[in-house]
Protein backbone atom coordinates (compact mmCIF):
# COMPACT_ATOMS: atom_id res chain seq x y z
CA UNK A 1 0.00 0.00 0.00
CA UNK A 2 1.31 3.30 -0.97
CA UNK A 3 1.06 5.86 1.50
CA UNK A 4 -0.21 9.23 0.13
CA UNK A 5 0.14 12.51 2.42
CA UNK A 6 -2.57 14.88 2.57
CA UNK A 7 -0.92 17.35 5.19
CA UNK A 8 2.55 17.87 6.31
CA UNK A 9 2.97 20.21 9.24
CA UNK A 10 6.99 20.65 9.94
CA UNK A 11 8.39 22.30 13.15
CA UNK A 12 5.44 24.77 13.44
CA UNK A 13 5.46 27.86 16.19
CA UNK A 14 2.71 30.49 17.43
CA UNK A 15 3.31 32.61 19.46
CA UNK A 16 0.84 35.20 20.88
CA UNK A 17 2.91 37.53 22.45
CA UNK A 18 4.18 35.46 25.28
CA UNK A 19 2.27 32.90 25.36
CA UNK A 20 3.44 29.88 23.46
CA UNK A 21 0.39 28.17 21.39
CA UNK A 22 2.50 25.64 19.35
CA UNK A 23 5.97 24.76 19.69
CA UNK A 24 7.82 22.78 17.23
CA UNK A 25 4.78 20.81 16.17
CA UNK A 26 5.71 18.39 13.53
CA UNK A 27 2.80 15.31 12.01
CA UNK A 28 2.18 13.93 9.08
CA UNK A 29 -1.32 12.66 7.50
CA UNK A 30 -2.01 10.20 5.35
CA UNK A 31 -4.82 9.54 3.16
CA UNK A 32 -7.73 7.09 4.44
CA UNK A 33 -7.17 7.76 8.54
CA UNK A 34 -8.92 9.64 11.20
CA UNK A 35 -6.68 11.79 12.92
CA UNK A 36 -6.92 13.00 16.22
CA UNK A 37 -5.48 16.10 18.24
CA UNK A 38 -6.20 15.49 21.69
CA UNK A 39 -5.46 17.65 24.65
CA UNK A 40 -6.93 19.79 26.81
CA UNK A 41 -8.18 23.27 26.93
CA UNK A 42 -5.81 25.38 25.61
CA UNK A 43 -3.18 22.91 24.44
CA UNK A 44 -3.16 24.53 20.64
CA UNK A 45 -5.75 22.71 19.23
CA UNK A 46 -7.47 25.23 17.60
CA UNK A 47 -4.74 27.21 16.68
CA UNK A 48 -3.03 24.50 14.57
CA UNK A 49 -6.36 23.70 12.86
CA UNK A 50 -6.50 27.66 12.36
CA UNK A 51 -2.75 27.72 10.50
CA UNK A 52 -2.97 25.01 8.36
CA UNK A 53 -6.99 26.97 6.76
CA UNK A 54 -4.44 29.96 6.69
CA UNK A 55 -6.98 31.72 9.21
CA UNK A 56 -3.86 31.98 11.94
CA UNK A 57 -0.30 33.19 10.60
CA UNK A 58 2.26 30.65 12.00
CA UNK A 59 5.10 32.88 13.37
CA UNK A 60 7.64 29.58 12.38
CA UNK A 61 8.13 26.63 10.60
CA UNK A 62 5.97 25.30 7.53
CA UNK A 63 3.22 22.90 6.19
CA UNK A 64 2.22 21.72 2.92
CA UNK A 65 -0.51 20.51 1.56
CA UNK A 66 -0.85 17.26 -0.64
CA UNK A 67 3.26 17.02 -1.59
CA UNK A 68 3.30 20.53 -1.84
CA UNK A 69 2.32 20.32 -5.42
CA UNK A 70 -0.43 23.31 -5.22
CA UNK A 71 -0.64 26.60 -3.51
CA UNK A 72 -2.47 26.24 0.08
CA UNK A 73 -5.31 28.62 -2.03
CA UNK A 74 -5.47 25.77 -4.28
CA UNK A 75 -5.35 23.08 -2.17
CA UNK A 76 -7.95 24.28 0.80
CA UNK A 77 -10.52 24.18 -2.15
CA UNK A 78 -9.86 20.08 -1.45
CA UNK A 79 -10.56 20.87 2.17
CA UNK A 80 -13.82 20.83 3.72
CA UNK A 81 -13.48 22.20 7.49
CA UNK A 82 -15.93 23.28 10.12
CA UNK A 83 -14.00 25.42 12.64
CA UNK A 84 -16.67 27.44 14.04
CA UNK A 85 -20.29 27.07 14.53
CA UNK A 86 -21.51 27.47 11.43
CA UNK A 87 -24.04 30.33 10.02
CA UNK A 88 -27.22 29.37 8.78
CA UNK A 89 -30.20 31.20 7.76
CA UNK A 90 -32.78 30.81 10.44
CA UNK A 91 -35.92 31.03 8.20
CA UNK A 92 -34.73 28.78 5.13
CA UNK A 93 -34.67 25.18 4.69
CA UNK A 94 -31.94 22.82 5.37
CA UNK A 95 -32.12 22.48 1.39
CA UNK A 96 -32.37 26.14 0.40
CA UNK A 97 -29.18 26.89 3.09
CA UNK A 98 -27.32 24.55 0.94
CA UNK A 99 -28.16 25.76 -2.29
CA UNK A 100 -26.71 29.11 -0.95
CA UNK A 101 -23.15 27.04 -0.02
CA UNK A 102 -23.59 25.56 -3.13
CA UNK A 103 -23.53 28.75 -5.13
CA UNK A 104 -20.56 30.78 -2.96
CA UNK A 105 -18.39 27.76 -3.76
CA UNK A 106 -19.25 27.03 -7.12
CA UNK A 107 -20.51 23.58 -6.66
CA UNK A 108 -23.52 22.15 -8.55
CA UNK A 109 -26.70 21.30 -6.97
CA UNK A 110 -26.72 17.77 -7.57
CA UNK A 111 -24.70 16.90 -4.22
CA UNK A 112 -27.14 18.19 -2.13
CA UNK A 113 -29.37 15.32 -1.38
CA UNK A 114 -26.61 12.64 -1.84
CA UNK A 115 -24.86 14.76 1.28
CA UNK A 116 -27.67 15.36 3.29
CA UNK A 117 -28.25 11.31 3.25
CA UNK A 118 -24.77 11.12 4.57
CA UNK A 119 -25.45 13.21 7.59
CA UNK A 120 -29.02 11.39 7.95
CA UNK A 121 -31.16 14.67 7.42
CA UNK A 122 -32.45 13.64 4.21
CA UNK A 123 -35.89 13.38 5.23
CA UNK A 124 -35.36 16.78 7.35
CA UNK A 125 -34.41 18.62 4.16
CA UNK A 126 -37.31 20.70 3.54
CA UNK A 127 -37.61 22.21 7.84
CA UNK A 128 -36.33 25.30 8.91
CA UNK A 129 -32.79 25.44 10.31
CA UNK A 130 -34.19 27.27 12.97
CA UNK A 131 -36.07 23.92 14.08
CA UNK A 132 -33.20 21.44 13.61
CA UNK A 133 -31.99 20.69 17.34
CA UNK A 134 -28.32 21.47 18.19
CA UNK A 135 -27.01 17.98 16.91
CA UNK A 136 -29.01 18.13 13.50
CA UNK A 137 -27.73 21.58 13.25
CA UNK A 138 -24.11 20.90 13.48
CA UNK A 139 -24.80 17.50 11.25
CA UNK A 140 -25.81 20.42 8.32
CA UNK A 141 -22.64 21.93 8.86
CA UNK A 142 -20.93 18.79 8.12
CA UNK A 143 -22.72 18.17 4.95
CA UNK A 144 -21.85 22.04 3.45
CA UNK A 145 -18.51 20.86 4.37
CA UNK A 146 -18.40 17.84 2.13
CA UNK A 147 -20.38 19.97 -0.59
CA UNK A 148 -16.94 20.11 -2.80
CA UNK A 149 -16.42 16.13 -1.98
CA UNK A 150 -12.84 16.99 -0.15
CA UNK A 151 -10.24 14.79 0.38
CA UNK A 152 -10.45 16.03 3.89
CA UNK A 153 -12.78 16.96 6.51
CA UNK A 154 -11.33 19.01 9.63
CA UNK A 155 -13.79 18.88 12.68
CA UNK A 156 -12.91 20.99 16.02
CA UNK A 157 -14.65 19.56 18.90
CA UNK A 158 -17.37 18.28 17.02
CA UNK A 159 -19.26 17.19 19.59
CA UNK A 160 -18.92 20.03 21.95
CA UNK A 161 -22.15 20.74 23.65
CA UNK A 162 -24.39 18.01 21.81
CA UNK A 163 -26.38 15.50 24.30
CA UNK A 164 -25.28 11.61 24.71
CA UNK A 165 -27.49 10.89 21.28
CA UNK A 166 -26.17 13.53 19.27
CA UNK A 167 -22.50 12.79 20.31
CA UNK A 168 -23.08 9.40 19.36
CA UNK A 169 -24.78 10.00 16.11
CA UNK A 170 -21.94 12.48 15.01
CA UNK A 171 -19.72 9.72 16.13
CA UNK A 172 -20.83 7.49 13.65
CA UNK A 173 -21.46 9.50 11.10
CA UNK A 174 -17.57 10.93 10.88
CA UNK A 175 -17.02 7.00 10.75
CA UNK A 176 -18.99 6.19 7.33
CA UNK A 177 -17.52 9.14 6.23
CA UNK A 178 -14.32 8.12 6.56
CA UNK A 179 -14.87 4.75 5.53
CA UNK A 180 -16.38 6.29 2.04
CA UNK A 181 -12.74 7.69 1.42
CA UNK A 182 -12.55 10.66 3.27
CA UNK A 183 -9.67 11.74 5.42
CA UNK A 184 -10.82 12.57 9.10
CA UNK A 185 -8.85 15.41 11.20
CA UNK A 186 -10.39 15.95 13.92
CA UNK A 187 -9.24 18.33 17.80
CA UNK A 188 -10.84 16.95 20.78
CA UNK A 189 -10.39 17.49 24.60
CA UNK A 190 -12.04 14.07 24.94
CA UNK A 191 -9.80 10.97 25.03
CA UNK A 192 -13.09 8.41 24.79
CA UNK A 193 -14.14 10.47 21.67
CA UNK A 194 -10.24 10.06 20.14
CA UNK A 195 -10.28 6.58 21.25
CA UNK A 196 -13.79 5.67 19.75
CA UNK A 197 -13.14 7.31 16.51
CA UNK A 198 -9.74 7.87 15.28
CA UNK A 199 -7.47 5.14 13.74
CA UNK A 200 -4.66 7.90 14.71
CA UNK A 201 -3.82 10.53 17.36
CA UNK A 202 -1.71 13.44 18.11
CA UNK A 203 -1.52 14.05 21.81
CA UNK A 204 -0.88 17.66 22.58
CA UNK A 205 0.14 19.52 25.64
CA UNK A 206 0.64 23.17 25.89
CA UNK A 207 1.68 23.78 22.46
CA UNK A 208 3.84 20.55 22.54
CA UNK A 209 3.41 17.26 21.29
CA UNK A 210 3.74 14.09 23.64
CA UNK A 211 2.48 11.51 20.99
CA UNK A 212 1.91 10.57 17.78
CA UNK A 213 0.82 7.02 16.47
CA UNK A 214 -1.91 4.77 15.84
CA UNK A 215 -4.43 4.92 18.68
CA UNK A 216 -3.89 1.09 19.54
CA UNK A 217 -0.17 1.60 19.51
CA UNK A 218 -1.39 4.44 22.73
CA UNK A 219 -3.39 1.93 24.66
CA UNK A 220 -0.79 -1.07 24.43
CA UNK A 221 1.97 0.46 26.76
CA UNK A 222 3.85 -1.93 28.59
CA UNK A 223 1.96 -1.90 31.39
CA UNK A 224 2.14 -1.72 35.16
CA UNK A 225 3.09 -3.83 37.56
CA UNK A 226 1.96 -3.15 41.28
CA UNK A 227 3.69 -4.43 44.35
CA UNK A 228 2.87 -4.64 48.53
CA UNK A 229 6.09 -5.51 50.58
CA UNK A 230 6.15 -6.26 54.41
CA UNK A 231 9.81 -4.42 53.96
CA UNK A 232 10.57 -1.32 54.60
CA UNK A 233 8.69 0.60 51.58
CA UNK A 234 11.96 2.85 50.63
CA UNK A 235 14.41 0.75 50.28
CA UNK A 236 12.27 -1.32 48.28
CA UNK A 237 11.37 1.51 45.76
CA UNK A 238 15.34 1.88 45.49
CA UNK A 239 15.66 -1.25 44.41
CA UNK A 240 13.31 -1.11 41.80
CA UNK A 241 14.62 2.19 41.19
CA UNK A 242 17.81 0.79 40.06
CA UNK A 243 16.49 -2.13 37.92
CA UNK A 244 16.73 -1.26 34.36
CA UNK A 245 13.04 -3.02 33.37
CA UNK A 246 11.70 0.18 35.42
CA UNK A 247 10.27 3.21 33.86
CA UNK A 248 9.64 4.60 36.88
CA UNK A 249 8.43 3.72 40.39
CA UNK A 250 5.66 6.06 42.69
CA UNK A 251 4.14 5.04 46.17
CA UNK A 252 0.04 5.03 46.09
CA UNK A 253 -0.58 4.34 50.03
CA UNK A 254 0.51 0.60 50.79
CA UNK A 255 0.62 0.14 46.84
CA UNK A 256 4.21 0.41 45.25
CA UNK A 257 3.41 1.30 40.54
CA UNK A 258 5.96 0.22 38.93
CA UNK A 259 5.88 1.82 35.40
CA UNK A 260 7.83 -0.58 33.20
CA UNK A 261 10.31 0.14 30.69
CA UNK A 262 9.83 -2.91 28.69
CA UNK A 263 7.15 -5.56 28.43
CA UNK A 264 8.45 -7.88 31.38
CA UNK A 265 6.24 -10.48 33.37
CA UNK A 266 5.16 -10.44 37.19
CA UNK A 267 7.43 -13.57 37.25
CA UNK A 268 10.33 -11.74 36.50
CA UNK A 269 10.14 -8.92 38.50
CA UNK A 270 9.31 -11.08 41.36
CA UNK A 271 12.54 -13.12 40.35
CA UNK A 272 14.72 -9.71 40.68
CA UNK A 273 13.43 -8.99 44.03
CA UNK A 274 13.81 -12.17 45.27
CA UNK A 275 17.68 -12.56 44.26
CA UNK A 276 17.37 -8.64 46.50
CA UNK A 277 15.88 -10.51 49.15
CA UNK A 278 13.08 -8.45 48.78
CA UNK A 279 9.77 -10.13 49.78
CA UNK A 280 6.57 -9.58 48.42
CA UNK A 281 2.75 -9.83 49.67
CA UNK A 282 1.24 -8.42 46.24
CA UNK A 283 2.47 -8.56 42.83
CA UNK A 284 0.08 -7.86 39.98
CA UNK A 285 0.91 -7.08 36.64
CA UNK A 286 -2.36 -4.17 34.57
CA UNK A 287 -2.38 -2.42 31.35
CA UNK A 288 -2.80 1.01 31.78
CA UNK A 289 -5.82 2.34 30.70
CA UNK A 290 -5.75 4.64 27.48
CA UNK A 291 -7.41 7.22 30.01
CA UNK A 292 -4.65 6.78 32.52
CA UNK A 293 -1.96 7.36 30.00
CA UNK A 294 -3.63 10.48 28.54
CA UNK A 295 -3.39 11.78 32.19
CA UNK A 296 -0.32 10.46 32.88
CA UNK A 297 1.02 12.29 29.22
CA UNK A 298 -1.17 15.61 30.14
CA UNK A 299 -0.15 15.84 33.81
CA UNK A 300 2.72 18.19 34.72
CA UNK A 301 5.41 16.19 35.86
P1 LIG B 1 -7.27 24.49 22.27
O1 LIG B 1 -8.00 24.58 20.98
O2 LIG B 1 -6.45 23.26 22.42
O3 LIG B 1 -8.16 24.69 23.45
P2 LIG B 1 -6.09 27.03 21.49
O4 LIG B 1 -5.36 26.76 20.24
O5 LIG B 1 -7.44 27.67 21.36
O6 LIG B 1 -6.19 25.68 22.33
O7 LIG B 1 -5.22 27.95 22.43
C1 LIG B 1 -3.85 27.69 22.70
C2 LIG B 1 -3.28 28.83 23.55
O8 LIG B 1 -3.23 30.01 22.79
C3 LIG B 1 -4.10 29.15 24.78
O9 LIG B 1 -3.22 29.53 25.81
C4 LIG B 1 -4.93 30.33 24.33
O10 LIG B 1 -5.30 31.13 25.42
C5 LIG B 1 -3.99 31.04 23.39
N1 LIG B 1 -4.71 31.75 22.31
C6 LIG B 1 -5.51 31.21 21.38
N2 LIG B 1 -5.97 32.14 20.53
C7 LIG B 1 -5.46 33.34 20.95
C8 LIG B 1 -5.55 34.69 20.49
N3 LIG B 1 -6.27 35.00 19.41
N4 LIG B 1 -4.86 35.62 21.17
C9 LIG B 1 -4.13 35.31 22.24
N5 LIG B 1 -3.98 34.06 22.73
C10 LIG B 1 -4.64 33.08 22.11
MG1 LIG C 1 -10.08 24.67 20.66
Redesign the pocket.
Known sequence: MSLETILSIKNLNKN??R?Q??KDLSFDIQKGNIYGIL??????????L?IILNVVNKTSGSFSWFNGNTSTHQALKKVGAIIERPNFYPFMTATQNLELICRIKGVSYDKIDEKLQAVNLFERKNDKFKTYSLGMKQRLAIASALLNDPEILIL?EPTNGLDPQGIHEIRQIIKSIAKNGTTILL?S?LLDEVEKVCSHVIV?RK?EKLYSGRVETMVASNGIIEVKTEDDIESVVNVLKNYHETASVNIDGDLIIIQLENDISAATLNKYLFEKNIAVSHLVKRKPTLEQQFLDLTNNN
Open positions: YGIAVGPNGSGKSTTGDAHLG
